[in-house]
């Protein structure tokens, strides 16, 4: 039954192909010009060519593991998925230097973190590679306030077996302190803000634009040009001038005849 339905779907969606090519007609390489026709489109060809490539069979389940992606092509369907998707690849350039920072700031403390906690906790300090990973655990908040009490109250109190202490023990009551407090300030309640700011700033650029892609199509579609749109608006304005020029001179008009009465004696 998965298996017929499994090919009902890769039917559907290949029918679904062929018609949209079709309505590009007489140039139905236009259906190329759209990026989510080309995910489409490859998705399609990748699970079709499957039964006849000569991939062997270890390769084969990868290849397989292509269907696991029609499930993306909901973003196809559903416009305000579509709208998500591309903040997020608009925000991608902006994510990368914000990214260097965010490694900048690991690198640093994870060099500090080792040389100050290396002998006291190991198992959190040992290399910088570890320490990186341990500065991702604080970073996400995970238990953090652990690996801060190891090192402020000594592996020899806090957090180690009796057996698993290390052969000198060293508590840092203050630096361990500052240190910690430091990074989840900077590292968790700045730097990875940004990257929401620039989501956020970045979906309402992708929103403006897909409002106006939405008018100057209902612009097309009404048989209407934006040019044509500005003309009619600068004949309205001409017109309002007009309008608003004899109505000056009639008022004027009417205040100098009131001048030219003379009032009365009393």
């Known amino acids: 039954l998965l298996h017929a339905i499994d090919i009902g779907i890769l039917i559907i969606f290949t029918l679904e192909v062929i018609v949209k090519m079709t309505a590009e007609a007489p140039k139905p390489l236009n259906y ?3 990026p989510w026709n080309i995910f489409d489109f490859v998705l399609v060809a990748a699970c079709l060519a499957e039964p006849i490539l000569p ?5 084969l389940p990868v290849l397989r593991l292509i269907r696991i992606l029609r499930v993306l092509k909901l973003i196809t369907a559903i416009p305000n998925l579509q709208l998500l998707v591309g903040a997020l690849l608009k925000s991608i ?9 965010l490694c900048l700031l690991f690198y640093i403390y994870a060099a500090m973190g080792v040389t100050l906690f290396s002998i006291n906790d190991p198992v959190h300090f040992r290399n910088l590679q570890i320490a990186m990973l341990t500065l991702f655990r604080v970073v996400t908040l995970e238990d953090w306030t652990d690996v801060m009490y190891i090192n402020m109250y000594g592996s020899d109190q806090y957090g180690y077996a009796a057996e698993d202490i ?3 023990p060293n508590a840092m009551p203050f630096f361990a302190a500052f240190y910690f407090v430091s990074f989840v300030v900077m590292g968790t309640m700045i730097v990875l803000n940004l990257f929401i700011g620039i989501i956020m700033n970045s979906m309402d650029e992708t929103r403006k634009e897909s409002d106006l892609a939405k008018l100057v199509e209902k ?3 009404d048989g209407s040009s934006i040019e044509e749109e500005i003309e009619l608006l600068h004949k309205d304005l001409e017109t309002m001038q007009e309008q608003l020029s004899l ?3 009639r008022v004027s008009h009417q205040s100098g005849q ?6 009365p004696e009393n």
């Open 247 to 249: 109505i000056l001179a």
């Open 32 to 34: 190329f010009k759209d």
């Open 166 to 168: 290390p052969a000198e």
């Open 219 to 221: 612009k097309e579609n």
């Open 258 to 263: 009131l001048k030219a009465v003379e009032p």
């Open 55 to 59: 991939i062997d069979a270890a390769y």
């Open 93 to 101: 350039p902006s994510m990368f230097y914000v990214s260097i920072l």
